[in-house]
């Protein structure tokens, strides 16, 4: 069975500073995608980045980018120069096969001002 | 366009009304999901249509009834729900697999949601 592991409930980060939300999991498939989400308090989910599992260059997006360790079975995002507006839960997703997608437990992060 | 609506956006049933939820993207996607999500919990996969065909379902009671209409527009249709089924409910989509999509085409784009209460 495929799992998704985030092991920080809540995290805070002071404005501008960087923080880094950790994700794991477990899959025997060869071929997947990885995803972390954004979902603010107003509840719309929104994708922060992706990762496919064939590439071993860490994609980033603007502030946001990961560190993918495939063979540790490990996806971290990392947020540089926080802004307030970041506060939201985040979401690690794995996807596989087709149309499944399975999702971590949630990091909710609230940005200090 | 990058949108999926969903209406409504709130609504509130008794355990023996029927009702539905609406979701609509117009993005060209052939894949649709509705997800289940309770408070600070992550979202739980209901069902997934591929075009315009049930592909996924998760074993979900057959009080919820989905139904996919065009290609635009999902439904999930409700009745007798338990009070146990109020959440907030997903509508997403992407596009369909099997297809030589380029990179970044298996990404959902997520509705805003209904919040169900169930009186």
């Known amino acids: 069975a495929q799992t998704v592991t985030q092991s920080q409930p809540e995290m805070s980060v002071q404005e501008a500073e960087t923080v880094t939300l950790s994700c794991t999991y477990d899959?025997?498939?060869?071929?997947?995608?990885l995803f972390w989400y954004k979902q603010p308090p107003s509840r719309q989910m929104i994708l922060v980045i992706r990762?496919?599992?064939?590439?071993?260059q860490n994609a980033t997006e603007n502030r946001f980018s990961v560190n993918f360790q495939k063979a540790a079975k490990s996806f971290s995002l990392k947020i540089s120069d926080s802004q307030l507006g970041d506060t939201a839960m985040y979401f690690c997703?794995?996807?596989?096969?087709?149309?499944?997608?399975?999702f971590g437990t949630g990091t909710r992060l609230k940005v200090l001002a | 366009d990058t949108e999926v609506t969903q209406t409504p956006k709130h609504l509130v049933m008794g355990m023996t009304n029927k009702k539905s939820l609406k979701c609509e993207q117009h993005?060209?996607?052939?894949?649709m999901y509705w997800y289940k999500q309770k408070a600070k919990k992550p979202p739980e996969l209901m069902f997934v249509?591929?075009?315009?065909?049930?592909?996924i379902n998760e074993s979900v009671p057959s009080r919820f009834s989905p139904e996919c209409p065009n290609s635009s527009l999902l439904n999930l249709h409700l009745h007798a729900l338990q009070p146990e089924d109020s959440a907030l409910y997903l509508c997403?989509?992407?596009?369909?697999?099997?297809?030589?999509?380029?990179?970044?085409?298996?990404?959902?784009?997520f509705g805003p949601g209904t919040r169900l209460t169930v009186l």
């Open positions: 997403a989509s992407s596009q369909a697999k099997g297809l030589a999509l380029p990179p970044g085409t298996d990404t959902q784009y």
């Open positions: 899959t025997s498939e060869s071929n997947y995608y």
């Open positions: 990762q496919e599992a064939y590439k071993q």
């Open positions: 997703a794995f996807m596989f096969g087709t149309y499944k997608y399975i």
């Open positions: 993005m060209g996607h052939r894949a």
């Open positions: 249509y591929s075009y315009e065909k049930l592909s």
